[in-house]
Every structure is written in C-alpha cells, then in structure tokens.
C-alpha cells in the first residue's frame, strides 16, 4: 500500500505533464519547463559563444568600437581605421550572436531561425547595403564569396583536424547530411548561372542575338533571387515542419544522453550560470549592436580601397578575406569548440545552414534590393572567384558525403583555403568603379 502511495505522490502534476508536452506552433515560444530551458539556453553553441564573449580579449576589443568610429570622423590613417574597425567586428558579432540566443527563449522557431539568417549575417548584410549606396558593387559579391569559402573550406577543415586528431573517423548522420548538402550544391549551382552565361557564350558567333546583354543577365539573376527566396521559405517549412522528426532526431543524439547534465534538485544545471540577457536587455544589445555594426563597417567600405592601394594588394582583398575571416571568426571558433567538445555533427549542420542562409535569403535580399532601388546588382561573379566558389562547394560535398571524416580530410580543407586566400593575395583585382544611378 506504502509503495502505491509513493509512485502516486511522484507522478507529475497535469499542469506540468501538459507543459512538457511538444508545441507544434511554429510561431509559438519554447515551453517554459526548467530542464527544456536549461537544454534549450545552453545548447552547444550558446555556451560556446557565451565562453568567447566572456573572455577579456574580446572584451578588451570591445574599446575599439568607438576608437575605430571616432579615427574615422576625425580623418585618421586609411590604415588605422580599417584595422581598428575591422577589430570592432569580433565583439559586435559576439554580443549579436549572444542576443539572438537569448531571444530565441521568447520567440518562435520561425522567428529564431529568421534572426539566425538576417542579424546572424548582419556583417554580410550590411556591407552588402553600404557598398551599394557607395557605388562599390564588386564588394557585395567580395564579401558574400569570401563568407562562403570560410565556411565551405576554412571552418569545416578546422573542425575535423582539431576533433578528428585522435580518432580514426568522425561520423555523421548521413541521411541528414545528404539532404542539406544536395539544397547546398544546388543552390550554388544556381547562383553560378549567370556567370556560365557569360563565360560560356553561344556557338553562334554570327548573329548579333547570340551574345549575352547586360538587361539579360540582370532579368536572370531577379529571376534568381526570387525562386531562391521561394525556396528559403520551403526550406524553413521543411526544416521546422514536414521533416522537423528527421532534424529534431539529429540534434537529440548529438546532445548526448538525457542524464548527461548535472541538474539540481529544480532541474536547473548547477555549474551553468544564467542566461547573459532578459528579453528586453537582449533586444536594446540587439539594436545597439547593429548601429554600432554599421558604423564600423561603413569606415571600412571607404577605407578599404585605400589600404589596399597603399599595401599593393588586390581591390578585391581587404573584403574577401579580411573581413569574412576576422569579423565572423568568434562563431567560426564557437563551431570549431562545438566540434571538438564531441559534438561533430551539430558542427557540420551549422556550417551546412549558415552557407544555406547566405545563399537562400541574404544574396537573393540584396538582389531584390538593388531592384527596388534600380541598380544593376546581378549574381555574375568575377570568374576566377565563382570557380573557386564552385570548387569549394564540390571539395566539401565530397569529404562529407559518405558521413564520416578524418583528421587528414580537414588538414585538406584547410590547405585548400590557405591556397585560395594566397591566390587572392597575388591575383590582381578588377578596379571596381560602378556608381548608382539616379
């Protein structure tokens, strides 16, 4: 009779059976329950970010916000202020990445997601408008190629050598995998058309028909972007929705086991502290931060042809390498962390869904953006960049493909990298002098 009396008193109560049980709103906040909170708060990444932004470098670095902004109103070095700006970055991009994190406590999956792919690219999206509005277009393909091959080469390289260093593969759910990386090589097929397009002409040479117009290829790439923008939204359907089972499954078995936490008698963990921001705090850091962002990178965009006259390098440099490399290397390191804590796979789909973020909704927004404000911003790239984008996209399909990886497979991706940045470094660039038109 006791032992009755006691699994009755340990049932849970109604209230908190129904609080635990799955929201199938997209739009719905996550259920306040404290151990889906503590997982939710303190997935792999937030902590790992949360770690990063903690450390006293980066805070450190936070002094060159307003030094940077402040040397380039007084008229400072070109130098200067690009190198002080372009250190600005890593801290803004910290405390971005920190905000949405703590927001998406209060938000849907959709809005979570919609916060990953716009402020989660903020430095790509707003380098992308500011270069526009100054007439700079060749800095909008610059930056958005030179983000990509960092997360197609640079940071899945970086993951398998430091994780994979000790084991004789890394393994991943291949079912998962395959589907996100076919949408991968896809989409950057489709970003590519344009520039095959031109490259490639007609056979027939004798028709004055048969060469590709500038209206044409601009026709092509607004064609682009819409079915690109299209396919984001049935990406965020597939992904949340239809096939959420399948990524739910993934990160449930990357997590690790249930009991794998050390929870106190509440449910809270013990040795995590709590969340850096409240909901409001969270969206006034949100706010600060991109204003801060775009002053930063406006110093930048003036400056960068400058530095790079003045140090003999290529146009295109300064906002190819430099400032996808520093500015995003706080989540590169946060996903570099992820991977080596065991969490390989998690890694990989977050490398995976950042490429698919650029390419679905930030290219195909700056594109539609240029439309509205009738300028001639198409998806034709300077061919040696979209073979190298092309190149790298096919190099990572075939290391990840099979689902499992080695140490010697990322020491490739990242010589692959370091090969393409010193042939940026020596191959001179194209002088980029379009200005908008009224």
């Not at 109103?73 to 991009?93: E, K």
């Not at 705090?281 to 790079?308: E, F, H, N």
């Not at 390498?321 to 290397?329: A, M, R, Y």
Request: with cysteine; net charge positive; proline share 6%.
């Amino acid at each position: 009779m006791q032992s009755v009396r006691h699994r009755h008193q340990q049932l849970p109560p109604l209230d908190s059976m129904s609080a635990v049980s799955p929201n199938n709103s997209l739009l719905s906040p996550i259920p306040s329950t404290p151990l889906r909170v503590a997982r939710q708060q303190w997935r792999p990444f937030h902590r790992a970010i949360v770690k990063i932004g903690s450390h006293q470098c980066v805070k450190a670095m936070l002094a060159t916000v307003p030094i940077g902004i402040i040397t380039a109103i007084l008229g400072g070095p070109s130098q200067v202020v690009f190198i002080l700006n372009l250190t600005a970055l890593i801290p803004l991009t910290t405390l971005l990445t920190i905000s949405i994190a703590d927001l998406s406590m209060e938000t849907g999956r959709v809005v979570d997601e919609m916060l990953k792919a716009t402020v989660g690219n903020a430095i790509e999206l707003i380098l992308g408008v500011v270069a526009m509005n100054s007439g700079h277009l060749r800095m909008i393909h610059s930056t958005l190629i030179g983000s990509m091959l960092c997360y197609m080469l640079l940071v899945p390289g970086s993951c398998f050598c430091l994780t994979g260093y000790d084991k004789d593969h890394l393994h991943f759910d291949r079912t998962l995998i395959s589907i996100m990386s076919s949408l991968m090589i896809a989409v950057c097929m489709s970003l590519l058309i344009p520039t095959i397009m031109v490259t490639f002409p007609s056979l027939d040479t004798t028709s004055p028909q048969a060469s590709v117009t500038r209206l044409e290829i601009v026709f092509v790439s607004r064609a682009a972007a819409i079915v690109l923008l299209v396919l984001f939204g049935v990406f965020l359907l597939f992904q949340l929705k239809s096939h959420a089972s399948i990524f739910d499954l993934a990160e449930a078995s990357s997590e690790g086991p249930p009991g794998s936490h050390c929870l106190n008698d509440r449910g809270i963990a013990q040795d995590r502290p709590a969340r850096i921001f409240a909901p409001r705090s969270a969206l006034i850091a949100l706010v600060t931060g991109i204003s801060c962002l775009i002053m930063c990178i406006l110093c930048i965009v003036k400056s960068a042809d400058r530095v790079a006259q003045q140090l003999g390098l290529s146009s295109a440099f300064p906002t190819l390498v430099l400032v996808p490399l520093i500015g995003n290397s706080a989540r590169y390191v946060s996903i570099v962390m992820v991977s080596r804590q065991g969490h390989a796979e998690s890694a990989v789909r977050a490398i995976i869904n950042s490429i698919l973020r650029i390419t679905l909704l930030v290219i195909p927004v700056l594109i539609i953006l240029g439309w509205v404000l009738n300028l001639p911003i198409t998806l034709q790239m300077d061919t040696f960049e979209a073979t190298m984008l092309f190149l790298a996209s096919m190099v990572l399909i075939h290391v990840i493909q099979n689902g499992k990886s080695n140490y010697f497979e990322g020491l490739m991706l990242v010589g692959t990298y370091i090969i393409s940045v010193a042939a940026f470094y020596m191959r001179p660039g194209t002088t980029d002098t379009t200005k908008p038109t009224p």
